[in-house]
């Protein structure tokens, strides 16, 4: 924990220094188009971690200044500009930059959409097709609501809910302890860790087990809609790109291939006939890949998938485009003030590159779910 903290202090002093910037150039990522990532666009921040997973949410005022920031330094361009420009090496007299928005949140539609617009930024949205209008919730706000609820309204200790894991025949997943700051950060740790490790069938089951042990109809209720399909139409009909994140958000490379396949043909099938139109652009759930979902993001006919991190998978580039998730808190300074030098080194990946970014190895045996190096696949840092 110590390494990292002195790691992610010298990646704020390299910030403020300016010397991030000039770093992420020598690393090569200036190379790369910047193509960053939102979730939840608010009004306001709720008051507790209650109600809304934090590390998802992004004011409209905390927004604009992004987009602000960016737009004096960027040409914006939408996903099609992006990927030709990838595909055919063709550069322009300016840097480009691509928004997108994760999740397909009604959200979306009510704070970032209008102001989106009013700027002329032609951002994507990548939806979860078997979301839309249906008045279903995420899985995973409602798996983070239940745990907030059981640990910050009912009281229960990690013991108890390790308890109701163990009703289902779940070992409850060891937490990292830089992922528990503070008792508060308990429900979004515990969220990550069983998101990260379950199959999407086996965290339903324990979203089920606390929704009901705990009555939480209201608290679901309450969790961020998706957007309806006339919304959909609406945002596509402004100029923005509707774009696939699976049939359910389920994290692909905690699947079996044929989950994997129905995920990614299926929402992509669904689109395409909602809109009339060949959908190209893919965004893999929590930005995870593996030399399973990568081959069966191309075979179900993607041209273009993003993920969260620096790693590429060098057999298909273009199925493994980088982007950078923010949120309200990523550029903030000490003071919690918009920081123009951390925005800047999070644009150019300092922290990424100073601290060590990424962990994962994507590559997987799915059958038993143990995480294991496959010679074939390769992974580098561009
Ligand atoms: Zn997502
Ligand atoms: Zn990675």
Redesign the pocket.
Same mark, same amino acid.
């Given at each position: 924990m110590l390494r990292q903290w002195v790691k992610s202090g010298a990646a704020h002093a390299l910030c403020w220094s300016g010397t991030g910037k000039w770093i992420g150039s020598l690393a090569g990522r200036r190379n790369l188009p910047v193509v960053l990532g939102y979730?939840n666009v608010v009004e306001r921040l709720p008051d507790t971690a209650r109600t809304s997973i934090p590390a998802m949410l992004i004011t409209r005022a905390m927004l604009e200044r992004h987009l602000d920031w960016l737009g004096k330094r960027y040409q914006f361009v939408s996903l099609d500009e992006l990927g030709d420009m990838l595909q055919t090496g063709a550069s322009r007299t300016k840097p480009v930059a691509a928004v997108t928005f /994760?999740?397909g949140y009604r959200d979306f539609y009510d704070h970032a959409f209008p102001l989106l617009r009013r700027k002329g930024v032609p951002a994507a949205v990548?939806v979860?097709t078997g979301l839309i209008g249906t008045g279903r919730k995420q899985v995973h706000d409602r798996l983070y609501l239940a745990l907030a609820a059981a640990f910050l309204s009912h009281g229960r200790s990690p013991r108890d809910v390790a308890r109701a894991l163990g009703r289902l025949g779940i070992q409850a997943p060891e937490i990292p302890p830089h992922r528990l700051k503070h008792a508060a950060g308990m429900p979004f740790a515990l969220t990550r860790a069983l998101l990260e490790t379950l199959p999407q069938a086996q965290i339903l089951r324990v979203v089920e087990e606390l929704e009901s042990e705990l009555d939480l109809e209201q608290s679901v209720e309450a969790a961020p809609e998706a957007l309806t399909w006339e919304m959909v139409a609406e945002i596509r009909g402004a100029g923005m790109t509707i774009a696939s +994140?699976t049939r359910t +958000?389920a994290f692909l490379t905690n699947e079996k291939r044929q989950r994997v396949l129905e995920e990614v043909v299926e929402s992509r099938r669904e689109l395409e006939k909602r809109l009339g139109t060949t959908v190209k652009h893919f965004?893999y759930? /929590?930005g995870r890949f593996d030399d399973v979902t990568v081959p069966a993001v191309a075979e179900a006919g993607y041209r273009f998938a993003y993920t969260t991190c620096l790693h590429r998978d060098l057999s298909h580039p273009l199925l493994t485009i980088p982007r950078k998730v923010l949120w309200q808190n990523s550029c903030l300074d000490a003071n919690g003030r918009f920081s123009p030098a951390i925005m800047s080194c999070q644009v150019n990946r300092t922290f990424d590159l100073i601290a060590g970014g990424c962990e994962t190895r994507h590559s997987s045996a799915l059958d038993g779910g143990a995480h294991t190096a496959k010679g074939s696949f390769q992974v580098t840092v561009p």
């Open positions: 979730h /994760d999740d990548f979860v +994140h +958000h965004a759930p /929590d």
